[in-house]
């Protein structure tokens, strides 16, 4: 698995977008970034996820750079429902799916 | 569609004390992974199986063991509980490994 590297701790505005960075400069080729959030102390949920495009669902927006090197999930418009612990990874066919300490984003009203 | 189901839901139990957690998902998926999550310390991957009929350890496999009963089920199973596997037990699956992981709401397990 890809090394990541993000910040612990964010915070945004309610109705602003959030932009939450990672870093993952050992991303191998074949390695997809995913994103998940846990809310409080639920399972964690899938967001969303990219090889070397943008890609952007109906929850969230991946901007990958071109070397790859890192990545943003932009939540457009936060909500206070979006306060949560988000988690980047780079994961391959072979992955163990590891999972680091997030990245605790918390929306003010 | 239950998705990931694990059961129980809190458990307590002494030191030396045995036990099973049980999960169950309905999405036919191929692969199973067992994590456990510790105040500040993200989740860590205990043992997962890639696929029917087969385990591997993850990164914190001490003290534990995994049964794939079948494609639905995999079991974790604590033989001499310590307290230091007080914890919430997720488990998860994918369809292969390039595939997101549907989570279980969690088991949340105290050893006294």
């Known amino acids: 698995d890809a090394k990541t590297t993000q910040p612990p701790s964010m915070d945004c505005a309610e109705g602003r977008a959030a932009n939450l960075p990672c870093n993952h400069s050992?991303?191998?080729?074949?390695?997809?970034v995913y994103w998940y959030r846990q809310i409080h102390s639920q399972g964690p949920q899938y967001i969303i996820h990219?090889?070397?495009n943008n890609e952007t669902n109906e929850m969230a927006s991946l901007i990958i750079t071109e070397d790859r090197k890192s990545s943003t999930l932009i939540l457009p418009h936060a909500t206070l429902r979006d306060t949560a612990v988000y988690y980047c990874n780079g994961i391959g066919a072979n992955s163990k799916l590891t999972f680091g300490k997030g990245i605790t984003l918390s929306v003010r009203p | 569609n239950a998705g990931v189901t694990q059961t129980p839901k809190f458990q307590v139990l002494k030191t030396g004390q045995s036990m099973t957690l049980q999960c169950a998902q309905d999405m036919n998926h191929n692969s199973m992974y067992w994590y456990r999550q510790d105040p500040g310390m993200g989740l860590r991957l205990i043992y997962y199986?890639?696929?029917?009929?087969?385990?591997d350890k993850g990164e914190v496999p001490n003290g534990y063991n995994v049964s794939r009963l079948n494609k639905r089920e995999f079991s974790l199973r604590l033989e001499s509980a310590a307290p230091s596997q007080t914890s919430v037990y997720f488990c998860a699956s994918n369809l292969s490994g390039y595939s997101p992981l549907h989570f279980g709401n969690g088991t949340r397990l105290t050893v006294t």
């Open positions: 199986s890639a696929s029917e009929g087969t385990t």
């Open positions: 990219g090889l070397k």
């Open positions: 050992t991303i191998s080729g074949n390695e997809y």
